[in-house]
């Protein structure tokens, strides 16, 4: 018996291997899922929010230097002077904030960071030519990253017990260091 010899149809040689097609969507989905996970807003949960009767959601995180601004006396004093309850919420606060921050006096964290490399850093209020320094150095890396300049702005996350004037040299760092744009976080008023 002889051999059959199989034909191929015209509509095989019209046909496309879809495989390396099928590679790139993925490898693209897997590169907009990690820069989208990069720029969420890192929330420090020491921080209480203030409550504002109508907040607004931030609509895109892309271009926030995230800055907290702690109240660490008011925080201690709760410690203290506070009901059973609120004291163990500020107990967890606090050691969440000496592990966050590698700082045993808390009372030197008035502002907490998350720089862009992931490391946490604190500056004490006396710390106001480093913080500003640190909006600077975070401002030339979101430059780099290719983030438009009117979208660079400072997200501040004030403690709703935290002194005013502590919120004020955020404002006034983020002026020197070019920023003019500042969103403050804040929670729905509870009802």
Excluded at 27 to 37: D, E, K, R, Y
Excluded at 137 to 144: G, I, N, R, W, Y
């Amino acid at each position: 018996m002889g051999k059959k010899k199989v034909q191929q149809s015209d509509d095989d040689y019209g046909k496309l291997d879809m495989s390396s097609m099928i590679d790139c969507c993925f490898l693209l989905l897997i590169f907009f899922i990690v820069n989208a996970t990069a720029l969420t807003v890192s929330k420090d949960p020491s921080v209480t929010m203030p409550q504002a009767t109508k907040p607004t959601d931030l609509e895109d995180a892309k271009g926030c230097i995230v800055v907290n601004v702690f109240a660490p006396a008011k925080m201690l004093e709760t410690v203290q002077n506070g009901s059973t309850q609120d004291k163990k919420n500020e107990e967890a606060r606090i050691r969440k904030m000496k592990e966050s921050y590698k700082c045993q006096d808390i009372t030197k964290i008035i502002f907490g960071v998350k720089t862009s490399a992931g490391e946490m850093k604190f500056f004490s209020a006396d710390g106001l030519k480093d913080l500003e320094a640190f909006i600077k150095d975070e401002k030339k890396a979101m430059e780099t990253m290719k983030v438009e300049a009117k979208q660079i702005r400072i997200y501040v996350r004030a403690d709703a017990r935290a002194d005013w004037r502590y919120t004020h040299m955020v404002i006034a760092a983020a002026n020197n260091a070019g920023i003019s744009d500042i969103v403050f976080g804040n929670v729905p008023a509870k009802k």
